[in-house]
């Protein structure tokens, strides 16, 4: 290993070689060490550098190529995927003109404001609410339920869906008594939407019953003294208290649900594309049609939606603090 | 800090320039005759088979006969060949997707099991290449078993010209009707419409018993091309056009297209077909399913229907009384005669095939693979007790006393057959005509839903010149 000091800064007399190794500046803040171990900066760097590399091949690489490629006309048959050409912004304009695309956002929004924004966080928050005061083993099973559903694997979990919303031997049907009623083709959206609410739920609950706990008991004691009502106290002490963690889950559930895809084992984009939100208009596009640069250019555009819905969010965390 | 922003970009450059490479490399000559002399041999098979499920007679056959058959004739030889079985069981269009990508990466089977019709797109991508040019030399022209196999169903496997696979059998469209329910409703046992008049008659016939859908005619996109093959185009060449005609042009908002988008509207507004169904993500599933219980009276599909689905024994929707019960008779053109060619009736072909991996790392121990499973007595094999309308005339001839339903087809059938087109945008314009069923049996109309077709197809061709309109 080359010992290089620049000439500004002097090695601590004392030190083990290997914690003066490195070769560039030192930060005299620093007070002479480089690190508390004594690795130095090129055995920290060795360290990390496996981490590095899949970091590098799974998430960097694949997000350029899909940068690459979409500028390109790339199939994945045909001759375009021999020699796919340069085509500038064309997928772009493409995909914000097209009505597919367009009607796919729309239902992605939907989706998202409506199994998330206001499903899992409002019942989240509920579960979290009553089950501050219930006893230990109501709490127990009601958050094993909960849980059950958001750990289980996404094609079991849209098996069991399926075959609940089935129109001619299907549970629901049995249960309320309209056999024949196709829920899944009549009601697609809504069916989405609230299986996603019952799939999603377990997060926000969790962390809204963390958040509950934070917030100090000494409050709601003098709330109750005074004769509050349980709204008037979720609303002057609790939501004052949460209001961070509540922009926090949001933000978290509202990406979460913009990428998801266990909607497409349920319905594969709906009758005639009712349920095709974004994540399955990509499948359906880029994969089964194999339009593949197409896809990579919409997948920049999604993630660009979801940069703007994280500011956004970020922006208001920040405003209330 | 300022090294770790100069790592990031240096990283960054290297990914890039990476990302470069894109596409596939420019033909490598690969030596055909690589390992031509091993003794441990090693080869995979992949077909969208599984045992059990579908196309298990296809898997059975390959796992208990091909292999084990193969393995001790190449042992007499002095070789030692291990094959193994990639079964799959998926809808074709997924086991579409995941060979593309196998093919894309230079990995996946050996011999893979291809529809004939991505032939042209996945010779364009470079995915496959002609027999000739991966085994080399005469040993693919010289095989004896093309004497055997029609000009017409090698084109299916064959691509400017060039062969690119060896055809795994060929096939043709009928109208399944159940003999029971028709009994029911007084119509006759020997059903043979001449008009698609005649089958709507009988269908209005049916509608009179209770719990049936008297007919499942495939529609929308959630059955992929099979409403292309089992739906509209045996309708189209039945007003006397092929959806690439010998003029070179497509089939675009004209008559002939509102005449077969007419047919969807009348069945599946007056309640002679259930629109639903059309709708359902399983919904071709569902409706084998329902054929098998008795459920539906009248349904077009392929010999497929009979021998892999319906099949008593080791069907997916076995139905135990398919013998007796199940009739078949010709799909109609429009009027007598309005079929293509002047047909009085139609009936459109398809059929797969395997090819060879351009990267496989035993050329000529695969074709030699290849060529057995091809050969007569393998085929006969294959088809065993029952009935399938193999690629080689030999074996069919044999054969044919066995099967009422195969003697049918291979002799009334496939003569009148039309193929679809082996153009690499075709999966394209199939996509687009499956919509156009779809808004029809939503309740577009007929003219509307051909125009939104058109205007697919002018997106999909890059303009109005290569389609026919009136």
Redesign the interface.
Known sequence: MAQTTSPATEAAPDEPDESASGGGTRDPADGGETDVVGLGKWRASAFVAPAMVLVAVFLVFPALWTLYIGVTNYRLTGVAARTPEFVGLDNYTQALGDANFLNSLYLTLVFVLFSAVIGQNGLGFALAWRLQDARGWVKRLVESLVLLAWILPSSIVAFLWIALLDRDSGTLNALLGTPGLAWLIEYPMASIIIFNIWRGTAFSMLLYSAALASVPPSQLETARLVGASRWQTLRDIVFPHVRGHVLTNTLLISLWTFNDFTPFLITAGGPNGRTEILPVYIYNTAITGGEMGYGAAVSLIMLVINLIIAMFYLRLLRERK | M??SVCAVAL??VL??T???C???DPEEEQDSTRNADATEVSLTITANAVAGGKNAEEAEWIENYVIPTFIEQQAEDGVTVTIEFQSSGVDD??YK?RI??DL?TGSGADIVSIDGI?VG??A????IQPLTDVVGGDLVDEWDGWEQINDAVQANMSFNDERYGVPAGSDGRVLFFNKALFAQAGLPEDWQPTSWEDVLEAGRALQGIEGVTPIQLNA???MGEATTMQGALPLLVGTGAEIYGEDELWQGNTQNIRDVLGLYEEIYTTGLGDP?LQ???QGRDKSFAEFAAGQIGILMEGDYFWRSVIEPTAGVAPMPTRDEDVGYAMVPAMEPGSGINGQDFVSMSGGGGRVLNPATEFPQQAWELLAFMNSAEATKELVGDGARLTQRDDVNEEILANDPLLSFIAEEVVPLSAYRPGL??Y??VS?ALQQAT?DVV?GVSPEDAAATYQTALEQVLGGADDIASD
């Not at chain 2, 364009?124 to 995915?127: E, I, M």
């Open positions: 300022h090294r990283g960054s990914a890039l990476a990302t470069a894109l596409g596939s269009e997924e997707s593309a990508l894309r991505w797109e996945f364009d991508a470079g995915y929308g996109t959630a639903t709708q359902e993500a690499a945008v999966p394209e996509l779809l939503t």
